[in-house]
Every structure is written in C-alpha cells, then in structure tokens.
C-alpha cells in the first residue's frame, strides 16, 4: 500500500462551484500534510500545509485534516478554470512523500 | 531570474550513457533535493541534501547517484541510463527547520524531461 492515496480522477467541476479533493494516509506517526498544485508541464507549487486537526483557510482554499480516520482534504470555493491543474496531497516535514496527485478539470 | 534552475531541459539519450543533471539555486537555503515524476506514480525522492557534508538516499536510489558541490549547486548522475528512467526530473529546495508548527516549503526547479532510448 503506499503511504498516501488519492484518486487519480479526473474530478470535473463547473465554474464556481466546491471542488473537494480527497487523500488518506497510512503512517499514524504523520504530523505535517500539504498540498501542492502543478499546473501541466509546470513545477509543483506549494497551495497549503496543515498539521493541527481541524480546518484551515487560506482565501479560496481550506485544508481540512482528520488524524483519527487519516484522511486530508482540501477544498477550492468558487472554483475558477485557472485552478485545472493536477493536486498533489502529501506528508512529511523535510522528506515528503507525495500522493500520485488529483487533476482537477474546472468547466467555464 | 529563476530561483532555482536546471540544466538541461529536455535529454534524449541512448541506454548506456553517463548522464549529468545539475541543479543551481539562488535562494540561499540548505536543503536540496532529487525528485522523478512518471504518469500514475506522482513524485518520489531520489536523494537530497540537507548540507554540503550530509547526502542521504531517497525512496528509489538505485541507478543514480548525486553530488554537493556547493551550498547552491547538487547534481544527478546516471551512470549507465536505462529506458525505464526516463521520466521528468525536479530539483527542489527548502531552508532548515524553523521550528514546532511551521513548514519548510519546497522550491521546486523547473524540470528536465529525459528519455532514454
């Protein structure tokens, strides 16, 4: 099993609606978890990190993290076709591990 | 300018070959990193840095090794390539520990695409 799953997708969502995203882990002893987004043929870029249970928001984006049934989301409100991109969901501090990553397809 | 750049970005090269990715970063931090990314198997460490003196392998090790020769410069070698490395390849970087709560975030290069024929 690898350490941390996400479903491959394609996820489509229309213009302005939520896109949720879905990852779970493995390692109980996982503290930091984050997301990047990579845009095609571009460089992962860093969207949010969490490590405290509960939700964080970050203008359009909230990472929600349930240590107790190890999953982490994020979540994109009002979601615009700028944000089709592939979702990397992730663990570690300094040595990550990455998820095989999410694309996410927003339709005008 | 870039702040982290890598040399070159496309490779094509034929199974046998030595081949030499380098990695230069002007962002001042410590930690530097390999990564190859593959369709349906998302990114994974090869190697990375967290100094000068300090080199530990990664998640798939086997076939390369890499090299620190400055604070700004870390580079990947393929001593014998194979068909089954070819993938796309990241450089990335992240300063030291800043302490309980906070993250370190990786920097990542732009990429070097390389197929081995």
């Known amino acids: 099993q690898k350490e941390v799953e996400q479903n491959s997708g394609p996820l489509s969502v229309p213009e302005g609606a939520i896109a949720s995203l879905n990852c779970t882990y493995s390692?109980?002893?996982?503290?930091?978890f984050f997301w990047y987004r990579q845009y095609s043929g571009k460089s992962p870029e860093l969207i949010m990190f969490?490590?405290?249970?509960g939700d964080k928001e970050d203008g359009r984006f909230t990472a929600q993290l349930n240590k107790a049934s190890q999953y982490v989301s994020l979540l994109i409100r009002d979601s615009q076709p700028s944000d089709s991109a592939t979702y990397l969901c992730?663990?570690?501090?300094?040595?990550?591990?990455f998820g095989t990553g999410t694309r996410l397809l927003v339709s005008p | 300018d870039a702040d982290v750049t890598q040399t070159p970005r496309n490779r094509i090269t034929k199974t046998g070959k030595r081949i030499m990715l380098e990695c230069s970063q002007t962002?001042?931090?410590?930690?530097m990193y390999w990564y190859r990314q593959d369709p349906g198997l998302g990114l994974r460490l090869i190697y990375y840095?967290?100094?000068?003196?300090?080199?530990n392998k990664g998640e798939i090790s086997d076939g390369y090794s890499v090299s620190r020769q400055a604070q700004a410069k870390f580079s990947l070698s393929l001593e014998s390539a194979i068909p089954n490395q070819t993938a796309l390849y990241f450089c990335?970087?992240?300063?030291?520990?800043?302490?309980?709560?906070?993250?370190?975030?990786?920097?990542f290069g732009p990429g070097t695409r390389l197929t081995v024929l």
């Open positions: 990335a970087t992240s300063v030291g520990t800043k302490g309980k709560g906070s993250y370190n975030e990786q920097f």
């Open positions: 969490i490590y405290s249970n």
């Open positions: 840095s967290f100094d000068v003196k300090d080199i």
């Open positions: 390692d109980r002893g996982s503290q930091s």
């Open positions: 992730g663990t570690g501090f300094q040595k990550l591990v």
């Open positions: 962002k001042g931090h410590d930690r």
